[in-house]
């Protein structure tokens, strides 16, 4: 152990930081858990089962799971091709995964709407649909399957495969038995971070669901509403609940990415 | 100035790595821990430097208690295995930093510099970044960071174990005329026993926590206090239940009082060195160092039937 | 052979339909009237009140958020303490919060009719929601975990051997801090402020929430965004747009020149 630092700046440091957390995060949190029971859990049981909730939540629920598919096999594919694959351009691609992360959400739905709503030039109109959700969700979600799998895939023992050419394997063969296996738990783990992200996005869907209950509103946006039209416990009850669901999901998904790692210790 | 350590044990969880541990080392001189990884050899030195703080017992430095002493104060200069060379500072800035943190004049802090990179062969090399040195010349920037700032001891933990044999053979030679040169109490991990020997006066081995034996090279060497001492400093071969090292049983082609029966099974020739791998009568096996004029003088062949004989006392342990 | 231009003509096309085309779009149609009219569209006042907004929360909530990262890194890496598996656990906990319940979070502590202390720092002169603090402290909490998470990986790798050397040459704990440890980690902090900042630019939903978006009061850029489409004034939303999304590129821009150096140490 250290003792760089000092023993009264050790203190220090880590008491304001704790404290800096507390303020910022912590407790507008523990508000939200408090809120949501705050009439009994009867208040809170009834607020989560409002059709309207049910419905929003419903919705976010099944489209997170999608996303999260979608992005298990074309986050991979993207990774494979950006590591494995020689084109022109490829580094100004590689970048450019990232942007989901560094653009506005609201701008991320502006842009989807222009390509992908009543004025699209293709033709294509999912405004106002449950696929606008998806496709909202699987933009802001893109770059977590891939920035996962890529560093993975670029350790990746070159001659494990070749080994496993020269004892008569086929490319697909030795995909799906060599290199999909050591893939596993970085594809995981990424589909986890993205499952989160998916059941609290609010910015990128507010302007192309439309935000109609029990059709396009999703789960964020039924909060949002909440908020507007003065119920917090409302809101709060529902928030308790996607929180919950982003935690545990997290939970579950860093389990099965351990468990898939652990032979390679 | 002279270290003293009085029963220093440390504790890492369950694991034992120094047991009551006490030890003197004298003013100016050269002194290596030497035992295997785990035998508690660098956690000894990092308590004196006081980057570890023991258990129990007590550091004395100079004659004066420095247990309660953080590293900052204890005036010693310690040699990292892997350098911890600051990496974003250019050599000169490195070996400058602690007289920079004591507030020397600029003047002081360059001249101070140019005297130890010429005393470590790095002059030249002052603008340099850490990554555009060798293994070799990163350790020399390191203990001319350590010296420059005079420490009243010099503490390196296994200063050579990440450099590759030949640069370890130069820089052994080189630390010796070194502390010659700077006269500074120096104390130095390793567990290779042939770098303990050729560097240092005095060899502490530890094992397990525990202080084996303290002595000079040659006292290990040929009177070992215990048997893992003996195996430890040098080779070992087994006669009769006996330790002896192989250099000290002669081959005699005909039998004469207290001489034991042996076939030769292999002659294997290292250059001078021909080592004799036998099988006894009992059915014990054991090995002969010995040389080539010996080979040929006594016309030795695989299969022959030869007689041991002990020419030093074994070791009784 | 065809597989490998088939697997690459798949997830560039992927990425052109969810990603390229559509923001190539928000260039197109921000300047169709003419760059003229883009520019007057951004610099109304209400544009500059909302860009300046957005420029404060930042100049305010990065280095704060900063300071804190640094300082929480080190605890979590260099200390040991009770609560230090908590700590690092809960540095996390923003991203799996929906940015909705972020500002929900805030309005319930500090809301200024039924807020935990919202009454009564509104007693003393003190407002928090509906006005810039608030807003800060929003953007604070989602953009929280980056620093912290840059860092840590960071002070794991350069290990304590330098800060240890730093302590034997005579340097006391902070000296070590600036002399040898902040240089150190000085690329991994360049890019956690780098992700910082373009989440802090780009929050929308918890700003949305606490801020009342009072046009030409509170109203940030990503606000500026939805409020303009939502009036009708494509232009004005779609300009707006443009100036955000080269802030974006410019993030990538700027974590593909530190990522190497990080890299390097």
Redo the contacts between chains.
Sequence with gaps: ??????IS??VL??G???T??SI??????A??LL?SVDGGLDTFWSAVTTEQAVASLKITLIASLIVVLVNAV?GT??A???VR?E?PGKNI?N?????????????AG???L???GPDS?VGINLAFTRASIV?AL??VT?PFVVRAVQPVLLELDREMEQAAESLGAG?ATVFRRIVLPNLTPAIIAGAG?AF??A?????SL??ITGNIPFKTQA???F??SQ?ESDN?IG??AV?VV??LV??VV?LIFGWFSKRALRHEE | MSIVVESVSKRFGDFVALNDVSLNVRDGSLTALLGPSGGGKSTLLRVI???EQPDSGRVLIAGEDATAK?????D???V?Q????????TVAKNVA??LS??KRGKEEIEARVDELLKLVHLDGFAHRYPSQLSGGQRQRM?LA??LA?QPRVLLLDEPFGALDATVRKELRAWLRRLHDEVQVTTVFVTHDQEEAMEVAEQIVVLNHGDIEQVGTPRDLYEKPSNEFVMRFVGPVSELSGRWIRPHDVGILVEPTDGTSEAQIDRIVHLGFEVRVELSLGDGDSTWVQTTRTMVEELELAEGQIVWLRLEAEPVSV | MK??YA??F???G??GL??????A??FI?AFQDGIGAAWDAVTTPEAQHAFWLTFIMVVVAVP?NTL?GV??A??VV????R?RAL?NA??D?????????????????YGRR?G?IGPWLSEHGVQIIFSMPGMI?AT??VS?PFVVREVIPVLREIG??????????????????F??TL??I?WGVAYGVV?TT?RA?????AV??VSGKLSGGTET???F??NR?QRFDETG??AA?VV??L???A???A??LIKPKEAR?
Aim: charged share 10%; net charge positive; hydrophobic share 60%.
């Design positions: 152990m250290s003792r760089a630092f000092g700046g050790d440091g880590r304001v930081a704790m800096y957390l910022v995060a912590l407790i507008p949190l508000a939200v809120e074309f594919l993207i494979w091709v950006l694959d084109f691609v970048s450019l995964i990232d942007l989901p992360f560094a653009l506005p959400t609201i701008v502006l842009t989807l222009l390509f992908y030039p496709l699987l933009f893109l490319k971070l989160a992200r059941v609290g996005e609010f910015g507010v302007l789960a964020s946006v909060i949002f908020v917090p809101a709060a928030s996607l929180l982003a935690l997290l | 430097a006081g980057l953080p590293p900052q104060r204890r010693v200069g310690f990292f892997h350098y911890a060379a600051f990496k974003h500072m930093f602690g943190i004591r390191a960071r350590a700032v | 597989s490998k697997l690459r798949l997830a560039l992927y990425l969810l990603l390229g085309i559509p923001v779009l928000v149609n704060l804190f300082l929480c080190l605890a260099r200390q040991r303490f609560g700590l809960m540095v906990l923003p991203f799996a919060v929906s940015p909705v319940v972020v500002g929900l979070a805030l309005l319930l502590v039924d935990w402290l604070m909490f929280l304590t051997d330098q800060e240890q050397a730093a302590a034997t040459l005579g340097a006391n704990g902070l000296q070590t801090f002399r040898v240089p150190a000085r992700l373009a630019l780009g929050e929308f939903g949305s929430v850029a990503t606000l965004v939805e489409f939303a779609y747009s955000l999304a802030l974006a590129f993030t990538l821009l974590m593909n140490g």
